[in-house]
């Protein structure tokens, strides 16, 4: 059995699935939770982004994870008026 803990918020993920129960990016493993809060920060940068770059892309959420390991969770921002 193998025991694999998220890298974000240290839980660890029950019977781990690739892409299903933990998502795996570049070095670093998420559970689903702290996935979605990821999918969710990176969602209104996305939108307003033109024209739109893989590389940007890609950095952001790295930026994002690394922010992440610091604080152990997902920096969510909000936006006021959506």
């Not at 939108?47 to 940007?56: G, N, S, T």
Request: charged share 40%; aromatic share 12%; net charge positive.
């Amino acid at each position: 059995m193998k025991h694999l803990y998220c890298d974000i918020c240290k839980k660890e993920v029950v019977d781990p699935i690739t892409d299903r129960t933990y998502f795996h990016i570049r070095e670093y493993d998420l559970c689903e939770t702290c996935k979605d809060d990821l999918d969710y920060a990176v969602k209104y940068s996305v939108r307003d982004k033109k024209p739109f770059d893989f590389l940007w892309f890609d950095k952001l959420r790295v930026e994002l994870i690394q922010d992440g390991l610091k604080k152990n969770r997902i920096p969510v921002a909000r936006p006021a008026n959506r």
